[in-house]
């Protein structure tokens, strides 16, 4: 399993891209939010000199990584006796 | 209650078999709306659960294969259903298009997470990857 001890600015601006289109709670802005994230996908892929669908995979595989992480960095209080 | 409808119709006069008459094709006009609408009203509800769940079992943590296997089979049944739904709604005159964007969205956020825990990426090579395109920060290694 991977993890991630510090966090790049430009993975971290593609991971929330990621992030803000997966959680849109009622799916009306899915669409416009997609977009944001498919442009950054792009940018990056021109900077970095790689197609957009391999830049895109490593996101999407990044994110689960990086919510996992997220989640077990505060562990939930146990109820109380 | 079958007998209620014979004894309603046998005491009728004709006035009244006029007025159902004209009823009749009302509430067939209001039909396909009322059933697009209680079937979205389900649909969503039941997506949203689901998209919970999936947050919580399969992406916020490391799933079970009996997680993964279900995941497979309800996220099939919500994108099947929802690609059912979109067609009816793309009609331009269908009566239900108010609903249209939030099943296209839902839809997109539904293949696309299924994409992401169904056909991921190894780790050998995101680990590549990771290190050749952000190689000053994100360190991507092997846990224990």
């Known amino acids: 399993m991977l993890r991630y001890s510090l966090m790049n600015p430009e993975l971290e601006a593609l991971l929330k891209a990621w992030d803000s289109y997966q959680q849109d709670k009622r799916g009306e802005e899915a669409r416009m939010l997609r977009s944001l994230y498919d442009a950054l996908v792009e940018r990056v892929a021109l900077a970095h000199n790689r197609d957009k669908g391999t830049i895109d995979r490593l996101v999407k595989h990044s994110y689960r990584r990086w919510q996992q992480a997220n989640s077990s960095e505060f562990p939930k209080l146990p109820p109380r006796a | 209650m079958m007998r209620d409808v014979e004894r ?117 090579e995101a680990g590549r990857l990771l290190a050749e395109i952000f190689p000053d920060e994100p360190r991507a290694r092997g846990a224990a």
Do not use: C
């Not at chain 2, 006009?29 to 769940?53: G, Y």
């Open chain 2, 8 to 124: 309603l119709l046998a005491s009728n006069a004709y006035g009244s078999v006029k007025t159902m008459e004209i009823a009749i094709p009302t509430a067939v006009s209001e039909f396909d709306t009322s059933l697009l609408r209680a079937w979205f009203e389900v649909w969503i509800k039941l997506a949203n659960d689901f998209r919970q769940w999936e947050r919580e079992e399969l992406i916020e943590k490391a799933p079970s294969a009996e997680s993964l296997a279900t995941h497979k089979r309800t996220a099939a049944t919500l994108i099947r259903s929802a690609h059912l739904m979109q067609s009816l709604m793309e009609d331009p005159e269908h009566p239900s298009r108010e609903f249209l964007p939030e099943v296209q969205g839902k839809l997109l956020q539904l293949q696309d997470t299924w994409d992401m825990i169904h056909n991921p990426m190894s780790d050998e």
